[in-house]
T-cell receptor, first 114, second 117 residues
Framework: DAGVIQSPRHEVTEMGQEVTLRCKPISGHNSLFWYRQTMMRGLELLIYFNNNVPIDDSGMPEDRFSAKMPNASFSTLKIQPSEPRDSAVYFC????????????FGSGTRLTVV | AQKITQTQPGMFVQEKEAVTLDCTYDTSDPSYGLFWYKQPSSGEMIFLIYQGSYDQQNATEGRYSLNFQKARKSANLVISASQLGDSAMYFCAMREGQNGGYNKLIFGAGTRLAVHP
């Protein structure tokens, strides 16, 4: 079991550029979550999917953020255009729907927008 | 409204002693789950322990135990025999509602624990 895989681990980009973060959930997991962690706001749930369908995107900060899950093994979080205040660590997590065990986090992507 | 409250921004404990990290929660859902995660300085999120709302007994995992007081809506983490490697940020989290596939996991602000030799 390779765990939840996120890429890239680190991303430095210039303000205004498009940024795409990627996540591969654990095989067999059917829920996927995107979180953002900052010192000021802690761990915020941005959006989550069940069976590839977005269930709750109320945490997505603005229209500049979008997330997709085209299949059970891949999800992206896109920021376009990026701003310095988007700098944070972005975590992806996956789990089995209807099971409380198995909320497993990836290693995170540290995004710096300059 | 704050759903998960961790009132201790920072805690200190002497090595080999026990420490309790506080967590209170707010939900009207009868079915929920409570979790504790550890985040060391390296940044990864490590699952520690889980308590279901219908579980009759307090959860235990090695040196970790969860003091679940349902009526008070508290789910405190107890770490026994603290070790230097326990120094980290600790997050309490709650999963609300399984009906209709609603399984949102939300986190408290965290408590930073420092274990002193």
């Amino acid at each position: 079991d390779a765990g939840v895989i996120q890429s890239p681990r680190h991303e430095v980009t210039e303000m205004g550029q498009e940024v795409t973060l990627r996540c591969k959930p654990i095989s067999g997991h059917n829920s996927l979550f995107w979180y953002r962690q900052t010192m000021m706001r802690g761990l915020e749930l941005l959006i989550y999917f069940n069976n590839n369908v977005p269930i709750d995107d109320s945490g997505m900060p603005e229209d500049r953020f979008s997330a997709k899950m085209p299949n059970a093994s891949f999800s992206t979080l896109k920021i376009q255009p990026s701003e310095p205040r988007d700098s944070a660590v972005y975590f992806c997590a996956s789990s089995l729907l209807q099971r409380d065990y198995g909320y497993t986090f990836g290693s995170g992507t540290r995004l710096t927008v300059v | 409204a704050q759903k998960i409250t961790q009132t201790q921004p920072g805690m200190f404990v002497q090595e080999k002693e026990a420490v309790t990290l506080d967590c209170t929660y707010d939900t009207s859902d009868p079915s929920y789950g409570l979790f504790w995660y550890k985040q060391p300085s390296s940044g990864e999120m490590i699952f520690l322990i889980y308590q279901g709302s219908y579980d009759q007994q307090n959860a235990t995992e090695g040196r970790y135990s969860l003091n679940f007081q349902k009526a008070r809506k508290s789910a405190n983490l107890v770490i026994s025999a603290s070790q230097l490697g326990d120094s980290a940020m600790y997050f309490c989290a709650m999963r609300e509602g399984q009906n209709g596939g609603y399984n949102k996991l939300i986190f408290g602000a965290g408590t930073r624990l420092a274990v002193h030799p």
